[in-house]
C-alpha cells in the first residue's frame, strides 16, 4: 500500500469493497491507530481515518485525531462513525 494500512486511500477501499461484496446500501470503514503504542510522528497515537459508501456512488472521507488511551480511542471512534452515517443517511433513524 502506497498510503499505508492507516489513510484515507485505505478507509475508502476498504468500504467500497465491503459495498461491493454486499446487498448493504451503506458501508462505513474505520482505520486507525489507538494505541498505546505504533504512532509515528506523521501518523500518531489516536490517528482514525473513515469512509462512508453509498450505493448511490458517494464516498465520504474523514481524518480525525482523537485524545486518551486504546479505549478512548476505539470509542471515539465507533461514535464518530455512527453519528457520520446517521448524518449521511438520516432515513437510519428512528
Not at 467500497?16 to 494505541?35: E, F, K, M, N, Q
Amino acid at each position: 500500500l502506497a498510503h499505508g494500512a492507516v489513510s484515507e486511500a485505505t478507509a475508502r477501499a476498504m468500504a467500497s469493497g465491503a459495498l461491493a461484496r454486499s446487498r448493504a446500501d451503506w458501508a462505513l470503514a474505520i482505520t486507525g491507530i489507538a494505541g498505546p503504542s505504533g504512532g509515528t510522528v506523521e501518523k500518531p497515537v489516536g490517528l482514525v481515518c473513515f469512509a462512508w459508501a453509498c450505493r448511490d456512488e458517494r464516498l465520504d472521507v474523514e481524518t480525525c485525531r482523537f485524545a486518551g488511551n486504546r479505549e478512548a480511542v476505539r470509542a471515539q471512534s465507533v461514535a464518530y462513525a455512527l453519528q457520520g452515517l446517521l448524518e449521511r443517511a438520516p432515513s437510519l433513524q428512528a
